[in-house]
């Protein structure tokens, strides 16, 4: 009897994410183009690679990944749990860009990064959170590791259940494959 009761929920709840989350894929079709990826990123044309997984601490702490399609275009995400006023699974995918050359280090790449995405929060004992963030952060990848470093703060409105204004920020690391 309860699972008959909770499923159409479920449903309306996954379709609303899925929606949600594929809004940073729609912005890539838009402006990703063919472009080779510079040998400053450690990618393929050097025997690095654009895929990167490791942790995020902080809003949220969990998993984080990372594809770069392009050198300065990449699309990110995270799952883990959030801690800001209740203590929820935390989704979240952002469509990235990056500037390398803003700042001058005399061993590894410092960027800039900036964009948007989407994030749900499901929440236990509430109406699930659904809205759109808008990154700001820096990565530093190592020249001779396959690390990077990161800092982010984003600003977000949640749409559902009403319309609220927060924030998050983080720390993580990820392993370049």
Not at 26 to 39: F, K, N, R, V
Not at 56 to 77: H, M, N, Q, R, W
Request: hydrophobic residues 40%.
């Amino acid at each position: 009897m309860f699972m008959k009761s909770i499923q159409p929920k479920l449903g309306k709840i996954m379709k609303r994410t899925l929606t949600i989350l594929a809004l940073p894929c729609l912005l890539l079709s838009a402006s990703a183009d063919d472009t080779t990826i510079s040998t400053s990123l450690g990618t393929p044309v050097d025997g690095g690679t654009r895929f990167g997984v490791g942790l995020i601490v902080g809003e949220p702490s969990g998993a984080s990944l990372k594809y770069f399609f392009t050198d300065t275009f990449a699309v990110d995400g995270a799952l883990g749990w959030s801690f800001h006023n209740e203590t929820d699974f935390h989704i979240h995918s952002d469509a990235l860009w990056h500037v390398h050359d803003l700042f001058d280090t005399s061993e590894g790449q410092l960027s800039l990064y900036f964009g948007v995405g989407a994030r749900v929060k499901f929440r236990e004992h509430a109406e699930d959170r659904i809205g759109i963030r808008i990154p700001l952060g820096v990565s530093y990848k190592f020249d001779r590791a396959p690390v990077d470093l990161f800092a982010e703060v984003a600003p977000i409105i949640d749409f559902t259940p009403s319309t609220d204004g927060s924030f998050s920020a983080a720390i993580g690391a990820r392993y370049w494959f």
